[in-house]
Nanobody, 122 residues
Framework: QVQLVESGGGLVQAGGSLRLSCVAS????????MGWFRQAPGKEREFVAG????????YDADSVKGRFTISRDNAKNTVYLQMNNLKPEDTAVYYC???????????????WGQGTQVTVSS
């Protein structure tokens, strides 16, 4: 069992930056792929970025490429999402996820955090 706790969300003006953090419980963190998803009101949850156990691979949704960066610190059981040049359309609840997968589909991820709200004002 893996428990995930996100933090770092908040209100920011367009063009600003935020760094989300997700701390995982358990001793097998390094063996899991970690991902960030987001869900805006009235929309489905969508994949944002993922990083595998080795840290060598990542995927970024087309809408965030060049602006968001995912990273992990296995020694701290933590995955980060650095978000720069934020836009109003980035407003959503951001969720951390863990799974033994390389897929970007929600159903392939096994564990989820409670979510953290990111609001970008214009």
């Amino acid at each position: 069992q893996v428990q995930l706790v996100e933090s770092g969300g908040g209100l920011v003006q367009a063009g600003g930056s935020l760094r989300l953090s997700c701390v995982a419980s358990g001793r097998t963190f390094s063996s899991y792929s970690m991902g960030w998803f987001r869900q805006a009101p009235g929309k489905e949850r969508e994949f944002v970025a993922g990083i595998f156990w080795s840290g060598s691979s990542r995927y970024d949704a087309d809408s965030v490429k060049g602006r968001f960066t995912i990273s992990r610190d296995n020694a701290k059981n933590t995955v980060y999402l650095q978000m720069n040049n934020l836009k109003p359309e980035d407003t959503a609840v951001y969720y951390c996820a863990a799974g033994r997968t390389s897929r970007v589909v929600v159903s392939f991820w096994d564990y989820w955090g409670q979510g953290t709200q990111v609001t970008v004002s214009s």
